[in-house]
């Protein structure tokens, strides 16, 4: 089955891109990786998804290894109200509804 | 914008009740699905809907049961709680091949 790795925790200085790394080495080929974020006490909201190529939003960028074996999110500049944990989830096989969202990195924005 | 509206958002029942969690959407998606979350565990898929009667088991669905009588409710039933279910509850829905929407999530306390 999929999964994913990410760090625990980051620190980011407000004004400054914030680069969240995720490990996914055992994607599917045909799979997509999605970006949620949660802010305490609040249900994930989505951010951002792609298969292979870099993906741009209002919200951030997502960029994806040649090999897709890993991804990072970028907030180009990050804020206060950034402050969440940020999951990184792919499905578990292809075909299936489940999802795995591990423990996330919680990242923190400083003043 | 899709809106995934749960009924609580914060509940306290007793050992042996029967406790039942609603959840709406208003985009017509066909997947639904039930998720608890706990410190250090991150998210833990008890039950998806991927259709109308239609149910399949998560990764942790012993003591709850789920109800689909129509596309936008998701039912999720404790059928006797027990203190080892609190947790928060998240409800989310998507369309084939697009992202999750979750819902501001149920902070379920079982004394």
């Known amino acids: 089955d999929a999964k994913t790795t990410q760090p625990t925790s980051m620190d980011c200085a407000e004004g400054r891109a914030a680069n969240l790394p995720c490990n996914h080495s055992t994607i599917s080929g045909n799979e997509y990786v999605y970006w949620y974020r949660q802010i305490h006490s609040q249900g994930p909201q989505y951010i951002i998804h792609?298969?292979?190529n870099n993906e741009t939003n209002e919200m951030a960028s997502l960029i994806i290894t040649e090999d897709r074996k890993s991804s990072t999110l970028i907030l180009p500049h990050a804020t206060l109200r950034d402050t969440a944990v940020y999951y990184c989830?792919?499905?578990?096989?292809?075909?299936?509804?489940?999802?795995?969202f591990g423990t996330g990195t919680r990242l923190k924005v400083l003043a | 914008d899709v809106k995934v509206t749960q009924s609580s958002r914060y509940l306290v029942k007793r050992t042996g009740e029967k406790v039942f969690l609603e959840c709406v959407q208003d985009?017509?998606?066909?997947?639904m699905f039930w998720y608890r979350q706990d410190p250090g565990l991150g998210l833990r898929l008890i039950y998806f809907s991927y259709d109308v009667k239609m149910k399949e088991k998560g990764d942790i669905p012993e003591g709850y049961s789920v109800s689909r009588e129509k596309k936008e409710r998701f039912s999720l039933i404790l059928e006797s709680a027990s203190t080892n279910q609190t947790s928060m509850y998240l409800c989310a829905s998507r369309a084939a091949g697009v992202e999750q929407f979750f819902g501001p999530g149920t902070r379920l306390t079982v004394l």
């Open positions: 792609g298969l292979k």
């Open positions: 985009m017509d998606h066909e997947n």
């Open positions: 989830i792919v499905r578990v096989a292809p075909g299936t509804y489940k999802y795995i």
